[in-house]
């Protein structure tokens, strides 16, 4: 399975049925357990606005009018077209003011996913994504890369930061060159450890990045000396064997 990047929920916490899921190219939309992928290259824009409903609008209207004229006209009994003048119009009025949207445009297609969530955490979610989405093609030469635990990685899918538990070990985040990555993968693990691989341009690292020589290996390898911004992974991918790490699978 692909790893995540980034999850956001549409409603309360933990809603597995209503979420956003950012893969490394993909936008996966979860909206009441159906779900539906976007190719981040196809969409166009995406924004929160406030979208009135339809039908509790116009069947609030509609029963609002005939509630008012049987009141009017002295039709049934008065209280109860009363209560009932109140009840559509509360209905309408809820219709009026809406809830709130994600607007998804996608080439001439426009999707709409009403929400509940957190607007900071949307927020964020949203500006994290669309920078992901106009991001330049990383240089070759800047990208190193970082083996990570499946477990580590996947407790940390809300946050637009990721934090290895060497930074508090050793101070720094482990990564190595490509031309080291197999090496590191045959001497620091296991053949049944699930991993995850983390493909990073460290020209948009936001914490400090020493290069510094490991004695022990006689080469140079990227410190990464705090927590990693997701912003600057540019490849994402699970380990399952040594295969996984062939030169010619990592674009």
């Known amino acids: 399975m692909q790893p995540i ?12 049925q209503n979420m956003l899921v950012l893969y490394d190219r993909i936008l996966v939309v979860i909206f009441k357990g159906k779900r539906v992928d976007f190719p981040l290259s196809s969409i166009k824009g995406l924004v929160i ?19 008012w004229l049987a009141l ?18 509360g209905w309408m009025y809820y219709g009026f003011i809406g809830k ?12 709409v996913f009403l929400i509940k969530a957190n607007h900071f955490v949307l927020n964020t979610f949203l500006k994290f994504t669309k920078a992901r989405m106009y991001q330049a093609p990383a240089q070759r030469e800047s990208i190193s890369f970082h083996l990570s635990s499946k477990k580590d990685w996947e407790a940390q899918g809300q946050s637009t930061l990721y934090k290895h538990p060497s930074l508090e070990s050793e101070g720094f985040i482990h990564t190595s060159y490509l031309s080291e990555l197999r090496t590191t993968y045959e001497q620091y693990f296991k053949p049944d450890d699930q991993l995850v691989l983390l493909g990073i341009d460290l020209s948009k690292v936001e914490a400090e990045v020493k290069i510094n020589e490991v004695p022990s290996r006689g080469t140079l390898f990227p ?4 927590k990693l911004n997701k912003s600057a992974i540019v490849f994402l991918r699970a380990i399952e064997s040594a295969q996984d790490l062939d030169f010619k699978t990592i674009e």
């Open 5 to 16: 990047l980034l999850k956001c929920y549409l409603g309360k916490g933990g809603d597995a």
């Open 49 to 67: 606005s406030r979208k009135k409903l339809i039908i509790p609008l116009v069947i609030g209207g509609i029963g609002t009018c005939f509630s």
């Open 72 to 89: 009017s006209l002295g039709w049934y009994h008065y209280q109860t077209n009363l209560l009932l003048v109140f009840l559509f119009f």
């Open 100 to 111: 709130d949207g994600l607007e998804l445009l996608e080439g001439k297609d426009r999707h």
């Open 223 to 226: 410190h990464i000396y705090g």
